[in-house]
């Protein structure tokens, strides 16, 4: 599976998608492999805000644990509530229907400064 | 295999208790209508020969440590003396209320006296504390003490536990359950402690550190007394995870390393059986200025009387409902009384031996990512045997020999390790074939893969799903999906 | 030296293997400022039979072994059937591991699951862990758990809890920095709940209660507000008590040596977890669950792990590794022995039995039951004279009760607390009665 260039990415792989001011947030395909089958999500309740760095949503897989944490400050406007009777979406498709939190974001210009598709695959091989 | 809800219901008249021998009232009377149960616990009614027949079956579907080689890393699944069985049944020790009066308890309470100073002798520390009843207990019991000692220093700013990357789960676990946050120092590439790691975090909101001695990598810490000494240094207090005793057993002590708390796992190095996950035993040991804080009731001598001691002001208070494990202590006991100090000496030997004998045999077939000497344990790693191998399939294929596979997975700083303990009471017979063994199967990951993939192929089960297990959790008997 | 399994030729090849000369090279890596310190027991070892001997000497030091057991406290005197321990001994049970790999554990963990369904039943809650350590740090786990659903710094808890519980519970709470209310009781002995705080992560009740009073829990969920129910019950009791389950509680805990575990001075113990589904996640503790294999035979495997500290370390619900396994599998094959049927039959002899002894005791001059709150098995006596040389006599006659410190530390002066089990036969009750009465 190849990583979308529309998309940026975290060094702890997480990818972002933004449409206007919203930030739509899931795992990358290595993230979700190296999990395993995921079996539960914990997502956070619509309109609570975060800061950067702060735990958005878990991912738990049999044997681990695998946190998301919200790239800038905002609000979560959605989370995908599919993920709570099929978590196992995430592992079949990561970077669409596996989508986990959409948050309004009050600066999109930072995604700027996230990884894009290359240097995210770079840093992938570098491992 | 049914579970004990399968089997037809026998209505057979109870025998096992004397018909009343009072005058009944009857429990409507007796209690009220209101508080008495008006439904009947689904536990079944069945004949002895089929209870008897059901918990036979399902004991031949367990793996114990006289079925075979166990070498579980970090467990020291050591063979478990049966004598330890007889004693822990004397009725004169096991039916013994526990709010008993200290004086019609003398001889368990001298036992327990004694064994918390053997304890004290092996640690080289001057406080003993019988009541936590496993490690992670042990461990928090632990943290409780660096609280309360920080608390009545109003040191309260230290709130801080630092801990290496290797460290087992139920360390920073323990930690955070007592109020502290922790932060990991990473091991440096000879897979020890990292010291500029650790002083660069030493500052007045540390409360200490928690270490294994030696680490979870089998890999004694050669820095200890500097790691210790400069931990003091910088105001902190330095607890050990005991799990790993078994490798220094009468050559060192951790009180002489500059350890404040050690814990014992009773249940390991002291061979009392681990009960498919329990009852266990954690004793600590602390150094003097902890003593203070030990739990209540301390067991004191007076003369030649034992008494308990419930004044000790600034005590903790208690962590269990009474002495900790005694009838497991009793067993460590006994076991401490048959080995005697060389026969300790002999069990670290030979501990130390086998694990080195081990990793030798196997280096040159599995990557060993720390090749020095080792202690009573190794790592080694099942990457890169084959591709698409991994250890879980190494250690699925282990069953299929009737060898219980090592610990998998563990230290996390070891990509797909594998952590082998072969304790002190395994022969060269069982070692060379466990060599063999696990030789034959790194051919196999090359020229048969799908033997390891789809093992094990000779388990009372295959290989189980884990993610249905965890998505839809069933934990008790689905007895209304069934009628 | 008998469990070790080398010959010194063994020793001398391995050694060559792996390419070393003596067994001290091995040992080189421990400083030589720590080994010089070193300093053995000063302890020789004994033989196996003079182990069996040493002990025997001190069992028979334990005179309390011997005394006809009124004694309770949460740890009581009840029969246990033989096929018990047979089927601990088997050595494929006892000396097992932690079941971390099912496809040789299916004895360990399919047993679990049983001990997680009959606990279910006893206490008429969805989900049970498969045991902690007692029933004092179960009740602790407990409080820890409510704190972390509802984050509010404090719980109220009855103050007719065990002394012990109350002790063990003070010094979890102390440590994450909950503060504890306690409740008072009324003159009848149950909970005083007309004025619970409202900020409290949860109300923690006993029943019966360290009065031997058995708490109605009927209305009291709904008297709460949002703070958690937890309630920790005696599981002989759940034998013909109607269970918390069945008035909403939210977590049920208790003490399980009564189902067929030995008083052993106090531990090994067994703690009874028991929650509502919705709190799964935050549940402490191992759980055993129910899955198939490849072949889709049905097995059963440690579930929901990710909430405990092999993964989620310094984030897991608890810290707890180890627990009480195999006294998790003796009170199975107790319930399994005796069936609901026997478990029936035990709790009304027990039931039955304490109330004779009451009504017989309560006949006595200048003695009396101050707490007039229903009882199952245990109630309090107030005595005349000095209630703890009465307790004396009492042991010297062989007759073993809770001390009168009991419940002293209840505020009620002066008194006996008194367990009654299925063993007492009533040529025992009835000389107990001739022992109290003979006193002044």
């Given at each position: 599976m190849g990583y979308p260039v529309e998309y940026r990415y975290t060094r702890d792989h997480e990818w972002i998608s933004v449409e206007g001011n919203v930030a739509r947030i899931g795992i990358t395909d290595h993230a979700q492999s190296e999990l395993g089958d995921i079996v539960f999500v914990e997502l956070p309740s619509v309109g609570s805000a975060v800061r950067t760095g702060e735990i958005l949503a878990t991912v738990e897989s049999v044997k681990a644990v695998g946190d998301v944490n919200a790239p800038f400050e905002g609000t979560v406007r959605e989370v995908n509530e599919a993920l709570e009777s099929a978590p196992e979406t995430i592992n079949a498709a990561p970077h669409a229907d596996g989508w986990i939190v959409a948050i309004e974001i009050a600066d999109p210009s930072a995604v700027d400064d996230l990884l894009d598709a290359a240097a995210y695959e770079a840093l992938l091989s570098d491992g | 295999m049914r579970t004990i809800f399968e089997y037809p219901s026998h209505e057979r008249s109870d025998g096992l208790f004397p018909e009343p021998d009072v005058p009944t009232a009857g429990l409507e009377r007796l209690i009220g209508d209101g508080l008495l149960r008006t439904d009947r616990p689904r536990i079944p009614d069945l004949s002895e020969p089929t209870v008897a027949r059901h918990y036979t079956a399902l004991s031949k579907l367990n793996y114990g440590v006289e079925d075979g080689f166990y070498p579980l890393g970090s467990c020291t699944m050591k063979y478990n003396p049966k004598v330890n069985e007889t004693v822990a049944r004397h009725p004169g020790l096991a039916h013994l209320h526990p709010l008993a009066d200290a004086e019609t308890a003398q001889g368990t309470l001298a036992f327990l006296h004694h064994l918390a100073e053997l304890l004290g002798g092996i640690a080289g520390l001057p406080g003993v504390s019988l009541q936590p009843v496993a490690g992670a207990h042990g461990e928090l019991t632990g943290m409780f003490l660096f609280k309360k000692h920080f608390e009545v220093r109003g040191e309260t700013e230290r709130r801080r536990i630092l801990l290496p990357d290797s460290a087992h789960g139920t360390n920073p676990a323990s930690a955070a359950v007592a109020g502290f946050s922790v932060t990991q120092v990473p091991s440096d590439d000879r897979g020890l402690i990292d010291l500029e790691g650790l002083e660069r975090e030493l500052d007045g909101t540390i409360a200490g550190v928690m270490l294994t001695v030696p680490n979870t990598l089998g890999l004694f810490e050669r820095d200890i007394l500097a790691v210790t000494e400069k931990v003091h240094a910088a105001g902190g207090l330095c607890y050990f995870d005991g799990a790993n005793l078994n490798s220094f057993l009468g050559r060192a002590r951790p009180g002489d390393m500059g350890a404040d708390v050690f814990h014992f796992n009773l249940h390991k190095t002291l061979s009392t059986p681990h009960g498919g996950g329990g009852p266990g035993a954690g004793p600590i040991a602390v150094s003097e200025p902890l003593v203070d804080y030990l739990p209540v009731p301390r067991i004191e001598r007076d003369g030649d009387r034992y008494v308990f001691d419930w004044d000790p002001p600034d005590s903790i208070g208690s962590v269990h409902s009474f002495y900790g494990n005694v009838l497991v202590a009793v067993r460590a006991y006994a076991y401490l009384l048959q080995l005697g100090d060389e026969g300790l000496r002999a069990v670290a030997e030979d501990a130390v031996l086998n694990a080195n004998y081990l990793q030798a045999r196997l280096k040159s077939t599995y990557p060993l990512p720390y090749d020095r000497l080792c202690k009573h344990e190794f790592v080694l790693s099942g990457a890169n045997l084959a591709e698409g191998i991994s250890t879980l399939d190494v250690a699925k294929r282990l069953i299929d020999y009737g060898i219980h596979p090592p610990t998998i997975y563990f230290p996390l700083i070891v990509r797909e390790a594998l952590m082998i303990e072969p304790t002190e009471t395994e022969g060269k017979e069982t070692l060379d074939r466990f060599a063999d063994v696990m030789e034959r199967i790194a051919v196999e990951a090359r020229d048969e893969p799908e033997l390891l993939h789809e093992a094990p192929h000779r388990a009372p089960v295959r290989r189980l799903d884990q993610a249905r297990a965890a998505r839809?959790?069933?934990?008790?008997?689905p007895f209304d999906e069934l009628s | 030296m008998r469990y070790l399994s080398h010959s010194d030729a063994d020793r001398r090849e391995m050694l060559a293997s792996i390419g070393v000369a003596s067994i001290d090279e091995l040992f080189a890596d421990i400083p030589a400022a720590v080994t010089d310190r070193f300093r053995p027991l000063g302890l020789k070892g004994r033989s196996e039979q003079e182990v069996v001997s040493t002990l025997a000497d001190s069992a028979g030091r334990n005179s309390a072994a011997d005394a006809v057991c009124f004694a309770g406290g949460g740890v009581y005197d009840h029969y246990a059937p033989s096929l018990v321990d047979h089927v601990l001994l088997r050595s494929e049970f006892f000396t097992a591991y932690t079941p971390y790999q099912p496809e040789v554990s299916q004895g360990t963990l399919t047993a679990m699951f049983e001990f997680q369904t009959m606990i279910c039943e006893l206490t008429g809650m969805d989900v049970a862990n498969a045991s902690l350590y007692d029933g004092a740090t179960a009740v602790a786990e407990a409080a820890l758990m409510a704190e972390r659903l509802k984050h509010r710094g404090r719980i109220a808890a009855a103050g007719s809890l065990f002394a012990n519980v109350r002790r063990v519970l003070g010094t979890y709470c102390w440590a994450s920095g909950i503060e504890i209310v306690d409740l008072p009781h009324r003159p009848s002995g149950v909970c005083d709940l007309s004025d619970v705080p409202e900020d409290v992560a949860a109300i923690v009740l006993q029943s019966p209660n360290a009065f031997g009073v058995i708490e109605p829990l009927d209305g009291v969920k709904e008297r709460i507000g949002d703070a958690l129910l937890i309630v920790s019950a005696n599981p002989i009791s759940l034998g013909v008590l109607e269970p918390p389950g069945a008035f909403d509680a939210d977590i049920v805990v208790g003490e399980g040596q009564p189902l067929g575990l030995p008083m052993a001075y106090g531990g090994p113990l067994l703690g009874l977890f028991a929650s509502k589904t919705e709190y799964l996640r935050q549940i402490p503790g191992r759980v055993s669950g129910r899955t198939v294999d490849v072949d889709g035979s049905v097995g059963y495997t440690m579930a929901a792990q990710t909430r405990e500290q092999h993964i989620?370390?310094?984030?897991?619900?608890?810290?707890?590794?180890?627990?009480s396994a195999l006294c998790a599998l003796a009170a199975t094959v107790y319930l399994a022995t005796i069936g609901a049927g026997g478990l029936r039959r035990v709790a009304e002899l027990c039931a039955e039995k304490a109330h004779y002894l009451a009504d017989r005791i309560a006949a006595l001059d200048g003695f009396d039951l101050p707490f007039s709150g229903a009882f199952f098995n245990e109630f309090v006596v107030r005595v005349p004279g000095d209630a703890s040389a009465l307790h004396r006599r009492l042991l010297d006659a062989g007759y073993l009760a809770d001390s009168p410190d009991a419940v002293r530390a209840f505020g009620v002066e002066n008194a006996l607390r008194i367990a009654v089990t299925e063993r007492r036969s009533r040529e025992e009750l009835d000389r107990f009665v001739d022992q109290l009465g003979g006193a002044r």
């Open positions: - | 839809n959790p069933v934990l008790r008997y | 989620r370390r310094e984030r897991a619900t608890s810290n707890i590794c180890t627990n």
